[in-house]
């Protein structure tokens, strides 16, 4: 998906002469491809932090679950990607704002960083981060 939202351009109305991209075709068909492209490339990013990075470890029965819970931030980063892409073609068919898809995409994009890293344990896991956002004993010794 990503390959293809980076080799179909855009707006093919844009394109001068053939050489506007890899895809020498300048059709309204191609934007759709783009678009297309696009919304399932997020898609797939807004299932893997909500579905996919929930999948972990056993958690420590001991340790309540707190408002930063790992689980409970993959969900809602997963739920901002999906709502940025639903909103990309209201917004668009609206004119709310300029440059509407652009920073939608951008909500998606730091949406998924974020679970990404948070999953790759960027904060550390030891100590009160590893309790309050892992669930995890980590200072046992």
């Not at 844009?14 to 068909?29: A, V």
């Not at 949406?111 to 046992?140: A, P, T």
């Amino acid at each position: 998906m990503a390959f293809g939202v980076a080799l179909i351009p855009t707006d093919p109305d844009k394109c001068i002469d053939k050489q506007y991209t890899l895809i020498p075709i300048c059709h309204n068909i191609v934007g759709y491809l783009h678009y297309g492209f696009a919304a399932i490339f997020f898609l797939i990013l807004s299932l893997i932090s909500y579905n996919i990075f929930t999948i972990g470890q056993n958690k420590e029965v001991d340790i309540p679950i707190s408002l930063l819970n790992e689980n409970k931030l993959y969900r809602t980063c997963g739920i901002l990607i999906f709502l940025s892409i639903v909103l990309v073609p209201i917004f668009a068919s609206l004119e709310i704002i300029d440059n509407s898809t652009l920073i939608l995409e951008t909500i998606a994009l730091f949406s998924f960083g974020i679970s990404w890293l948070i999953k790759g344990r960027i904060l550390g896991d030891k100590g009160k981060i590893g309790e309050k956002l892992y669930r995890e004993h980590n200072n046992k010794r």
